[in-house]
C-alpha cells in the first residue's frame, strides 16, 4: 500500500529525515520505533502531507506521489492520520468532531459507519458530549474514530496509547488488530510502548538520529535485539 524510499525531510536548514525506505502492507501493522527526537512524528507528517519531504520518492499504491501534494489531497486518497496529541475540538460534539471526516470524502459517503460505534461505543453514549469533556482516553478513541471516518486505506497512529488508563490501551490494541485482520487496510504505528508496539507489529522499523537502522518482519528479529536497537 505504501512505499517510501530515500526519503528526507529538513525543518528550515536542519536536516531530520536521511534517507528512510519503508513498506507499509495491506493486512499488517507496520511499527515504528526508536526514541525520543529520532524522526518518528517528521516521518508520519511527511507521509500524510502536513509537513512537505525534502526529495525521495512515495507510492500509495501504485500511484507516484509528489511532494507538493496536500494533506487534503492525500486525505481523499485514502491516508488517515491520527496525530500525537490528538488534536480533538473541544468545543464541538463527539458528532461534529467526527463530522470533520466528511471534508475529504464524496457526498454519498458522508455518513458515520455503525462499524465506527461499535468499535467504540463510548462514543456513541457521548456522541452530543463536547470532546473537551471527554477522558485522554476517551478523545483518543475519538481521533482514531474521526480518522476511520475518512474510509482510510492506509492508517497513520502517533503515539495512542500515550497518556491512556490500561483498559482502554487494551481496547485501542484489539481495535487495531481487528482493522489489521479485515485486511483491507495498511496501518503504520508510533509507539513508546514496546511492549505493545511488539504484539501487534508484523514489521518494524527502527529510527535512531533520523535514519532506518532496523527494517525487519517480526520473525526475522529478536525481541531482545529489537528493545536494544529502540533504547539507543
Aim: charged residues 20%; glycine residues 10%; aromatic residues 6%.
Amino acid at each position: 500500500m505504501l512505499t517510501i524510499e530515500n526519503l528526507t525531510l529538513h525543518y528550515g536548514h536542519s536536516q531530520i529525515l536521511y534517507d528512510v525506505s519503508l513498506k507499509a502492507e495491506l493486512g499488517k501493522v507496520t511499527c515504528l520505533m526508536g526514541t525520543n527526537g529520532v524522526g518518528k512524528t517528521s516521518l508520519l507528517k511527511a507521509i500524510s502531507g502536513t509537513h512537505p519531504r525534502s526529495g525521495g520518492s512515495m507510492l500509495l499504491g501504485n500511484k507516484e506521489i509528489a511532494k507538493t501534494t496536500s494533506a487534503h489531497a492525500l486525505a481523499r486518497l485514502g491516508v488517515g492520520y491520527v496525530p500525537q496529541g490528538r488534536d480533538v475540538f473541544p468545543l464541538m460534539t463527539v458528532r461534529e468532531n467526527l463530522e470533520t471526516g466528511y471534508a475529504c470524502l464524496p457526498r454519498t459517503e458522508r455518513n458515520v459507519p455503525d462499524e465506527i460505534y461499535e468499535l467504540f461505543p463510548v462514543l456513541h453514549d457521548m456522541r452530543n458530549r463536547r470532546g473537551g469533556d471527554l477522558s485522554g482516553g476517551q478523545q483518543q478513541q475519538l481521533a482514531i474514530a474521526r480518522a476511520l471516518v475518512t474510509r482510510p486505506k492506509l492508517l497513520l497512529l502517533d503515539e495512542p496509547t500515550e497518556g491512556i488508563q490500561p483498559n482502554i490501551i487494551k481496547h485501542i490494541g484489539d481495535v487495531i488488530r481487528y482493522l489489521r485482520d479485515r485486511g483491507d487496510m495498511a496501518i503504520v504505528l508510533v509507539e513508546q510502548f514496546f511492549d505493545f508496539a511488539h504484539d501487534l507489529g508484523d514489521s518494524f522499523v527502527a529510527l535512531n538520529q533520523g535514519k532506518v537502522i532496523v527494517n525487519a518482519a517480526a520473525g526475522k528479529i529478536s525481541r531482545d535485539a529489537l528493545l536494544n536497537s529502540v533504547s539507543i
